[in-house]
């Protein structure tokens, strides 16, 4: 995995996905509605979550999941 998308991390090209943003939204937010069926504690699904929804707003949906790069690139050191 690391050698697929640490490579478009590196050369920033996202574009070409082997698995969409898009798709792990909607797959996290499959694993929070089962885990609530279950009343199972999640605490790094929320931070995930985030990370990826606001990926998705940006209009990263169809681009690779490692797109999630250009936010968390974004974001304040020691948030």
């Known amino acids: 995995m690391w050698e697929l998308r640490g490579r478009m991390i590196a050369d920033r ?3 070409k996905p082997a698995s969409r943003v898009s798709l792990w939204v909607k797959d996290i937010e499959l694993t929070r509605e089962f885990a609530s069926q279950l009343g199972a504690a999640t605490p790094l699904l929320g931070c995930t979550a985030a990370i990826f929804e606001q990926a998705q707003e940006h209009g990263l949906g169809d681009w690779d999941a490692s797109a ?3 936010v968390i690139e974004g974001m304040e050191p020691g948030s």
Do not use: R
């Open 68 to 70: 999630v790069h250009k």
């Open 13 to 15: 090209t996202y574009d």
